[in-house]
């Protein structure tokens, strides 16, 4: 019975996105758990608690020299989670390599990410935000491509959002900035790098929120299943 | 699915062999060029692994950004510290006069300097940021003896490594790789802005490496110790910080 296989998702991409997945997930747990530790931001080169902070984050802390407002101090995290952080830091590095490179070649951006001329049109892009202003369940066809609004999310991630998150937290790094000045000095300061850092691991959470809701609203078993397995959703017939 | 052909197993199993063989090259290199910190075991020595190995490869001699006077911080936070014990109000009362900083190990002059022998050596300062693992951070100029000078009279042998630095906090011990114990921002220091170096900042010595987290800048610096091998000190792991669950090199 030779039946052939529609893949939905290249081995490629389910790997790079479960590696990222992996990574990502135990990025913003570690990292959360370091900003505990001190729950200030700063704009400028230096910051610390004889300074006025840009804004705080109303949690207690795990250092007690941090005014909080709260009465107790929590438990210090930060080896693990510091030691965890760099190590799934160049997971995610490598990952990203692998995808952007393979991506490059094989054709997947321009194939799959890249949005139509058409598609940008502002009566196109108008239609596909109503689309998902209503909450519209998707089409079958769109189980085996991307909408618009979709593929201009993916690529302001993986081209915009990514490199910038990596490039603050490496802004941050005393011993790489003594190599690469530029990296700190562009961004305004390594505090300033420290609250980018931050800011953009939150566009990064806002943006897996809706891509988790999408994914529910689409259809969550067909859409892991073809993320986990490639196979889509019409891959029980022969194509 | 098809059989796997004695082709494809072949090619697999050179791939596999050729792939193992590599990383056994590529750790003994990486090994003899000093690319291995000590406390690469465990779960996350790959990470702290590929993290030393970079930055000893891209950022070896790059000197810590410097800033300019006016960048200096006003009020500088001063990280809290274990109480010191006892005879240190009493070195502190006799205006350090009796500090020593004994250098020993793999050394041809063991020393001990005190706070005025560190004085003779030529002085040297810079600007530069400190920055906490916590993520705060200030600016000072730090003023001191380079390091570099003071391993240069006690005659470092060829084969040493590390430096290993201790404080009068008995918990608080630490090491750096000769690339930043010779490195030219390696201060002893013992002044800070305008002023000797105060108490809370880790007066009257601190060990000062610029391109390294506060963790490594220990304060009240009572001696260093030249060595070819970690493995003896400690639990092993190179300092302190590694068995308190902290990376050795906090360069990042």
Known sequence: MAQTLRLRHSFLVRLTHWLTTLSFLALLVTGLEIVVSHPRFYWGEIGNVNTAPLFKIPIPSSRSMVPTGYHYVLADQNGWSRYLHFQSAWLLVLTGLLYVVVGFFTGHFRRNLLPSLADLSLSRLGQSIVQHLRFERPRPAEGWSYNVLQRLAYLLVIFILFPMIIWTGLAMSPSFVSAVPAAVNLLGGQQSARTLHFLLTIVLVLFLLIHLIMVVLAGFRSRMRAMITGRGAESLEPV | ?252
């Open chain 2, 1 to 252: 699915m098809s059989k796997l052909s004695r082709r494809q197993l072949i090619t697999t199993s050179l791939a596999v062999t050729a792939g193992a063989s590599g990383l056994v090259v590529a750790a003994k290199l990486a090994e003899s060029y000093g690319l291995i910190p000590p406390d690469s075991g465990g779960i996350y020595g790959a990470g702290e692994t590929l993290t030393y190995a970079a930055q000893r490869l891209l950022t070896r001699h790059s000197l810590a950004r410097e800033f300019s006077r006016s960048q200096i911080s006003k009020n500088p936070f001063a990280n809290e510290v274990a109480a010191l014990a006892e005879p240190f109000q009493r070195l502190q009362q006799a205006g350090f006069a009796d500090w020593r900083v004994n250098v020993d190990g793999l050394v041809a002059y063991p020393t001990s300097f005190s706070l005025s022998d560190l004085k003779g050596f030529p002085c040297r300062s810079h600007i530069t940021m400190i920055q906490c693992e916590e993520g705060w951070s200030y600016i000072a100029e730090w003023i001191g003896a380079p390091l570099s000078h003071v391993l240069e009279q006690v005659g470092v042998f060829p084969q040493v490594r590390y430096l290993v630095y201790r404080s009068f906090q008995p918990d608080w011990w630490e090491s750096i790789d000769m690339v930043d114990a010779l490195h030219p921002q390696t201060l002893l220091t013992y002044a800070m802005n305008d002023s000797n170096l105060p108490v809370g900042f880790g007066g009257p010595l601190r060990m000062r490496v610029s391109r390294q987290l506060g963790y490594k800048n220990v304060k009240y610096i009572t001696s260093l110790t030249l060595t070819d091998n970690l493995k003896s000190f400690g639990k092993g792991l190179g300092s302190a910080a590694p068995e308190a669950g902290y990376a050795w090199f906090a360069g990042l």
